[in-house]
């Protein structure tokens, strides 16, 4: 699955990375095993590294469905990193249509501001 996690208790932060090509079947799968995870808090923060998807297959009606699905608490904060300008559109739409049920999403083009900006 192109699509992996590692959560860091002791920093409450969970490190979520895409890559390759990227489908609805394949967002979802993960969003499942997130939520399911033991170890996983809605109150950690999130770093969604974007930048070695190669392909995106994913459907707008599931850009906005998994908006409004939202398992992370209103006010966490969340950044993702997408290089290429399509990923990059798409991550926005995401955020965007996410605010709108109490997300904090940014998007960044690079790594590290979107570090400095979750904060230790």
């Known amino acids: 699955m192109p699509i992996s996690y590692v959560i860091d208790a002791e920093r409450a932060l969970v490190t979520t ?3 390759g090509a990227v489908t ?4 979802l799968d ?5 939520r399911a995870d033991r170890a996983f808090d ?22 906005k469905e998994t ?14 990193v997408a290089s290429s ?4 559109g798409m991550a926005r739409m995401f955020a965007l249509r996410a605010e709108n ?13 979107a570090e400095e900006w979750l904060g230790p």
């Open 67 to 80: 908006a409004m699905d939202q398992f992370f608490e209103p006010g966490t904060r969340r950044a993702i």
């Open 17 to 19: 990375r895409w890559w």
């Open 101 to 113: 049920v109490g997300q904090t999403i940014e998007v960044f083009r690079q790594s590290a501001p």
């Open 30 to 34: 993960h969003n499942r095993m997130l």
């Open 24 to 27: 609805d079947h394949e967002v």
């Open 42 to 63: 809605s109150h950690y923060r999130q770093l969604v590294d974007m930048t070695g998807i190669t392909e995106l297959r994913i459907s707008t009606d599931l850009i």
């Open 85 to 88: 300008d399509a990923v990059f």
